[in-house]
T-cell receptor
Framework: NAGVTQTPKFQVLKTGQSMTLQCAQDMNHNSMYWYRQDPGMGLRLIYYSASEGTTDKGEVPNGYNVSRLNKREFSLRLESAAPSQTSVYFC????WGEGNQPQHFGDGTRLSIL | SQQGEEDPQALSIQEGENATMNCSYKTSINNLQWYRQNSGRGLVHLILIRSNEREKHSGRLRVTLDTSKKSSSLLITASRAADTASYFCATDAKPGGYQKVTFGTGTKLQVIP
């Protein structure tokens, strides 16, 4: 049981390049999330998808786009990477129930933008 | 903006001692969760406490919630070197906030063997 799988694990980009971070979950969860984690800032929500077919902005959406490809997959795209987007990116999923349920996280993508 | 703030930011204890970390938040919540993050890994859910609960236990973990003070504490008893990690609280705000939780900045715990 893999849980939440993120690819790639590491990536170095040049300013202005684009790339897509992939996330897939095998727990049949309906909600998925993208966070970024920076030193001293904790986790900040970029975008989330409450259910298949819907996406919404989180706290720090500027410079990012997302696609909920199907129930399993939720991708994050950087159209024109900037050094300020250097961070560790985490994908998570959860099952909506009676209120918030625990989120399950992938191991992250470490992204450096030069 | 961060809803939850953990205190202390860092904590170093000897193996076998108890570790206590605190979380304060700003607005009314539906529930509060605690997560652990080992170095280089994703977050792992530890425990969830609902706003109508005051205390919850899971193994060596004890969580308390005081909604009047808008604070929670996580106690790890008889700590082990394997407990070395960062610990985060996460809250969801009333009303609404569908499935959106806000994470604090974390407490970094070091357990010295």
């Amino acid at each position: 049981n893999a849980g939440v799988t993120q690819t790639p694990k590491f990536q170095v980009l040049k300013t202005g390049q684009s790339m897509t971070l992939q996330c897939a979950q095998d727990m049949n969860h309906n909600s998925m999330y993208w966070y970024r984690q920076d030193p001293g800032m904790g986790l900040r929500l970029i975008y989330y998808s409450a259910s298949e077919g819907t996406t919404d902005k989180g706290e720090v959406p500027n410079g990012y786009n997302v696609s909920r490809l199907n129930k399993r997959e939720f991708s994050l795209r950087l159209e024109s990477a900037a050094p300020s987007q250097t961070s560790v990116y985490f994908c998570a999923s959860s099952q909506w129930g009676e209120g918030n349920q625990p989120q399950h996280f992938g191991d992250g993508t470490r992204l450096s933008i030069l | 903006s961060q809803q939850g703030e953990e205190d202390p930011q860092a904590l170093s204890i000897q193996e076998g001692e108890n570790a206590t970390m605190n979380c304060s938040y700003k607005t009314s919540i539906n529930n509060l969760q605690w997560y652990r993050q080992n170095s280089g890994r994703g977050l792992v859910h530890l425990i969830l406490i609902r706003s109508n609960e005051r205390e919850k236990h899971s193994g060596r973990l004890r969580v308390t919630l005081d909604t009047s003070k808008k604070s929670s504490s996580l106690l790890i008893t008889a700590s082990r070197a394997a407990d070395t990690a960062s610990y985060f609280c996460a809250t969801d705000a009333k009303p609404g906030g569908y499935q959106k939780v806000t994470f604090g900045t974390g407490t970094k715990l070091q357990v010295i063997p």
